[in-house]
């Protein structure tokens, strides 16, 4: 019954910063886990960072580490994703997702989500 709206995507120029938003219909985040996901026309769905629940640390993408930053507010039941010295190969439409359960997950595999955003497209131009 939860639902997962992304919104923030955007044109930016190479070296730009973009702040993307995944609001969802309950609390969710910072209790179960939730990743954010990417793909590229003629790419394969890639993982860019996941999180659990509570003091679990979140994971990034070798590409993305040191240059994205994932986050959570829980009492507007958002999740968040920056992103910052942006690339051309960032470009892509992202999506949120969620993995109920004991939100001891954290992985960049699709299969192990049951529920996705509408996605939202973000391009880098250079």
């Known amino acids: 019954q939860v639902q997962l709206v992304e919104s923030g995507g955007r044109l930016v120029q190479a070296g730009g910063s973009l702040r993307l938003f995944c609001v969802a219909s309950?609390?969710?985040?910072?209790?179960?886990?939730m990743a954010w996901f990417r793909h590229a026309p003629g790419k394969d769905r890639e993982g860019v960072s996941c999180i659990g629940a509570g003091a679990l640390p979140a994971r990034y993408r070798d590409s993305v580490r040191g240059r994205f930053s994932i986050s959570v507010d829980t009492a507007k039941n958002t999740a968040v994703l920056q992103m910052n010295n942006l690339k051309p190969e960032d470009t892509a439409v992202y999506y949120c997702?969620?993995?109920?359960?004991?939100?001891?997950?954290?992985?960049?595999?699709?299969?192990?989500?049951?529920?996705w955003g509408q996605g939202t497209q973000v391009t880098v131009s250079s």
């Open positions: 997702s969620w993995a109920p359960g004991d939100g001891l997950l954290c992985s960049h595999d699709a299969r192990d989500y049951d529920l």
């Open positions: 309950e609390r969710t985040f910072g209790i179960y886990s």
